[in-house]
């Protein structure tokens, strides 16, 4: 995709993205992170870079809607974000040293994971 038609499906992707952080209690990278390298033809890199810069404002706007509904905990999500920050930093260079193969591998294994808990746990219920 090139010149308008890659703004346009950027534009539409950041919304469906943030509407489904917000939905989902997630930062939206794991639906940003292969559009970016799958549609945009990013790299991993760069891609999960742009997913992170793009978490903040997400999570900000969404816990605000969400603690003026009464729900969530602010001071433990303060406490989180803070530690997160942390971990944020030292995955980071972690993923500076990873070749980008790695890394996508990586990241495929762990939506996987994630995938396969999410079933079970829904088929169970």
Known sequence: MTGLTLIVALVAFGVFTGAGAGLLGVGGGIMMVPFLTLAAGMSQHAAEATSLFVVLPTAV???IVLQRRGVGNLSLALR???LGA???ALGALLALALP???LRLVFAL???AVAIRLVRDALAQ
Do not use: E, P, W
Request: zero cysteines; hydrophobic letters at 60%.
């Open 86 to 88: 942390a971990g944020g």
């Open 110 to 112: 762990f939506l996987g």
């Open 100 to 102: 980008a193969h790695v």
């Open 61 to 63: 706007v969404a816990s």
């Open 80 to 82: 989180f974000g803070v």
